[in-house]
Protein backbone atom coordinates (compact mmCIF):
# COMPACT_ATOMS: atom_id res chain seq x y z
CA UNK A 1 0.00 0.00 0.00
CA UNK A 2 1.26 4.03 -0.48
CA UNK A 3 2.08 5.76 1.81
CA UNK A 4 0.48 8.61 1.09
CA UNK A 5 -2.58 9.96 -0.88
CA UNK A 6 -0.02 12.22 -3.09
CA UNK A 7 1.68 9.35 -4.28
CA UNK A 8 -1.32 7.70 -5.66
CA UNK A 9 -1.71 10.52 -8.55
CA UNK A 10 1.81 9.41 -10.02
CA UNK A 11 1.78 7.30 -13.09
CA UNK A 12 4.50 5.50 -15.30
CA UNK A 13 5.12 8.63 -17.14
CA UNK A 14 6.10 10.79 -13.89
CA UNK A 15 8.40 7.86 -13.15
CA UNK A 16 9.67 7.80 -16.95
CA UNK A 17 10.34 11.74 -16.89
CA UNK A 18 12.09 12.29 -13.77
CA UNK A 19 15.12 9.13 -14.25
CA UNK A 20 14.88 10.73 -18.14
CA UNK A 21 15.36 14.53 -16.80
CA UNK A 22 18.01 12.96 -13.79
CA UNK A 23 20.11 11.35 -16.73
CA UNK A 24 20.19 14.18 -19.23
CA UNK A 25 19.88 17.52 -17.26
CA UNK A 26 17.47 19.32 -19.78
CA UNK A 27 13.66 19.12 -20.03
CA UNK A 28 13.93 19.61 -23.77
CA UNK A 29 16.21 16.74 -24.10
CA UNK A 30 13.68 14.55 -22.20
CA UNK A 31 10.61 16.28 -24.30
CA UNK A 32 12.34 15.05 -27.41
CA UNK A 33 13.40 11.67 -26.13
CA UNK A 34 9.93 10.86 -24.58
CA UNK A 35 7.86 12.22 -27.81
CA UNK A 36 6.02 14.78 -25.40
CA UNK A 37 6.10 18.90 -24.91
CA UNK A 38 7.82 20.14 -22.57
CA UNK A 39 4.64 21.49 -20.80
CA UNK A 40 4.05 17.82 -20.67
CA UNK A 41 7.86 17.30 -18.78
CA UNK A 42 6.90 20.44 -16.45
CA UNK A 43 4.02 19.02 -15.33
CA UNK A 44 5.49 15.17 -14.53
CA UNK A 45 8.30 17.58 -12.52
CA UNK A 46 5.60 19.37 -10.76
CA UNK A 47 3.11 15.93 -9.93
CA UNK A 48 6.49 14.53 -8.50
CA UNK A 49 7.32 17.93 -6.65
CA UNK A 50 4.18 18.14 -4.91
CA UNK A 51 4.14 14.30 -3.79
CA UNK A 52 7.32 14.20 -2.72
CA UNK A 53 7.68 17.46 -1.06
CA UNK A 54 11.23 18.27 -2.61
CA UNK A 55 11.91 20.98 -5.18
CA UNK A 56 13.56 17.42 -6.82
CA UNK A 57 15.47 19.21 -9.69
CA UNK A 58 16.66 23.12 -9.88
CA UNK A 59 17.39 24.74 -12.71
CA UNK A 60 20.83 26.13 -13.43
CA UNK A 61 22.86 26.95 -16.23
CA UNK A 62 24.15 23.38 -16.98
CA UNK A 63 21.04 22.13 -16.81
CA UNK A 64 18.19 20.74 -14.36
CA UNK A 65 20.85 19.93 -11.14
CA UNK A 66 19.15 17.31 -9.32
CA UNK A 67 18.70 17.61 -5.36
CA UNK A 68 20.33 15.43 -2.70
CA UNK A 69 16.78 13.82 -2.01
CA UNK A 70 16.35 13.01 -6.14
CA UNK A 71 20.02 11.65 -6.10
CA UNK A 72 19.05 9.52 -3.47
CA UNK A 73 15.41 8.57 -5.38
CA UNK A 74 17.26 7.84 -8.43
CA UNK A 75 18.38 3.74 -7.66
CA UNK A 76 15.11 3.17 -5.99
CA UNK A 77 13.46 4.22 -8.99
CA UNK A 78 15.51 3.34 -11.55
CA UNK A 79 14.79 -0.52 -10.18
CA UNK A 80 10.99 0.14 -9.65
CA UNK A 81 10.81 0.56 -13.78
CA UNK A 82 13.27 -2.37 -14.14
CA UNK A 83 11.31 -4.65 -12.10
CA UNK A 84 8.03 -3.28 -14.34
CA UNK A 85 9.62 -4.03 -17.28
CA UNK A 86 10.46 -8.08 -15.88
CA UNK A 87 7.06 -8.15 -14.98
CA UNK A 88 5.87 -6.92 -18.28
CA UNK A 89 7.97 -9.28 -20.24
CA UNK A 90 7.05 -12.23 -17.83
CA UNK A 91 10.27 -12.71 -16.32
Given amino acids: MLNS ?6 DMQDFLVFLAVHE ?18 SY ?4 LRNSF ?3 LFINTRAG ?3 TPK ?3 MY ?12 CHAGT
Fill in 5 to 10: NLLRKL
Fill in 24 to 41: QRSVTSVADTLCVSQSTV
Fill in 44 to 47: CLKK
Fill in 53 to 55: EDE
Fill in 64 to 66: MRP
Fill in 70 to 72: ASA
Fill in 75 to 86: PHVLKMIECINL
